[in-house]
């Protein structure tokens, strides 16, 4: 609540008359701003409102067969999400790619979203875009196999495997955010009613978690896909540490995601630099980077200047 004085809105006040910035802008500017985080959060929005919109008009023209069950998916869920029999599979394989986009219920979604701004703004300020939807993509099939295999091997899902379905964006997220925590696992982060907490920990707790809630039958499958993409996000980073990722191997997923260049012409008269010259322009472009990242470990990212704040933006959209 506001405690607003009336003598602040007189004729002298130099922001008298000037729109007052609103919650509302922030988000406006993430949405608009078609970052591949902001990308990723608007087709799970898009693919939810499509889904939960044409089972609106099932319902209301009394078409009770548009569920495949009484708690169930609903028919296009059915042929989107992922099935544990690999019959189905093998009939539907597009669903190991399609079920991390897919959520037939608002908290799912919601709570899903949020934990991917949480990480993904993280993620993004220190690896980047591309690396956010390789981790993403690849989070979520790693989590997908992981259900499937899990199912088909473990006796008590025995029963379980002809009508078993998996969806959601959670295997993904998860792989997020264990891979940011596994890269900077120190990094301090305010949490509500908490304080400060190192983001591994947090990590942590997702994984033990999902590790000891597997035993629960009505969501046995859903923890073992998120176990799955906590995997990879981890492999993923010690890799990538190690040197042993090329740009070369995820190409063929950045290309899917990546808009097209508009054509135009362009003329310069600059000379080409050497490639001492080069190396070198780009080893201090990387000491910039790397001094950012630093201040932000240390002070956060609040301690960064406009200039520091703009240059990490227009590295994490390469």
């Known amino acids: 609540m506001n405690n607003y004085n009336f003598k ?13 910035p609103s919650p509302f802008d922030g988000i406006k500017r993430f949405f608009t701003g078609k970052t591949m985080l902001s990308i990723l959060i608007i087709i799970n929005i898009a693919v939810f409102l499509i889904i939960n919109l044409i089972s609106l008009f099932f319902v209301l023209y009394n078409k009770n067969n548009f569920h495949s069950g009484d708690s169930g998916p609903t028919m296009i869920g059915y042929w989107l999400a ?9 009939q539907r394989p597009w669903t190991l790619f399609t079920n991390m986009f897919l959520h037939e219920n608002l908290w799912h979604l919601f709570f899903n979203m949020l934990m991917l701004y949480f990480g993904g703004v993280l993620f993004k300020q220190y690896l980047g875009s591309k690396k956010l939807l390789i981790t993403y993509i690849f989070g979520g099939l790693t989590g997908a196999v992981f259900y499937i ?17 998996a969806m959601g964006a959670s295997a993904s997220v998860l792989a997020i955010i264990v891979a940011i925590a596994t890269y900077i696992p120190d990094y301090m982060v305010r949490l ?3 304080g400060q907490v190192k983001f591994k920990w947090i990590a942590v707790v997702f994984v ?20 799955g993409g906590a995997f990879f996000g981890l492999i993923y980073i010690l890799a990538l540490k190690k040197g042993l990722i090329t740009k070369q191997l995820f190409n063929p997923i950045r290309k899917m995601f990546k808009r097209k260049p508009k054509m135009k012409a362009t003329y310069s008269t600059k000379k080409s630099v050497t490639d001492d010259q080069y190396n070198y322009n780009k080893k201090l472009h990387q000491q ?26 227009r590295e994490s959209k390469k």
């Not at 295999?149 to 379905?165: G, H, L």
């Not at 035993?215 to 998120?226: T, V, Y």
Request: avoid cysteine; glycine fraction near 4%.
């Open 82 to 90: 992922v099935p544990s029999n690999l019959e189905f599979l093998a």
């Open 192 to 194: 509500f009613l908490i």
């Open 8 to 20: 602040n809105f007189s004729n002298t006040n130099p922001n008298f008359g000037q729109r007052q």
């Open 208 to 227: 033990i978690t999902d590790l000891l809630s597997i035993k629960e039958k009505d969501n046995s499958g859903g923890h073992l896909a998120h176990l």
């Open 149 to 165: 295999a899990s199912y088909n091997y473990f006796p008590a899902f025995a029963k379980e495997v002809p009508i078993s379905v």
């Open 288 to 313: 910039k980077i790397d001094s950012i990242l630093d201040k932000i470990k240390k002070s956060g990212y609040e301690s960064l200047s406009k200039e520091d704040k703009d240059l990490l933006f």
